[in-house]
């Protein structure tokens, strides 16, 4: 992959003062190259190929603050490429920090 951009709208609903859930729409792009090589009489022959997928995604998720800064957040994003097919079902977890 050279690189996927993607901007969204979020709603947040406030569980508790360190707890929420979230919910986002939005559009995104992604860029990918694949490379080979083959090696034969004639001699080495190399090619790439590079695409695009243009997505509509929306997720939900949610996160919890352990104190003021520090927390954990978990959610999930559906990239819809219905042009071509190639759908993407993304989970993640990751530490979050408020400045």
Known sequence: MNY???AYVVGFL????????????GYGRTEVETEWSAR??????Q??????S?????????QYHF???N???LDYTRHDASSDGSDIDAWSIGYTRRF
């Open 4 to 6: 996927q951009v993607a």
């Open 14 to 25: 406030p569980l508790t003062p360190k707890a929420e859930l979230f919910a986002r729409v």
């Open 40 to 45: 034969s009489l004639a001699g080495d022959q």
């Open 47 to 52: 090619a790439a190929v590079t695409s695009h």
């Open 54 to 62: 243009d997505t509509w995604n929306c997720g939900l998720g949610g």
């Open 67 to 69: 104190d003021d800064k």
């Open 71 to 73: 927390g954990v957040r």
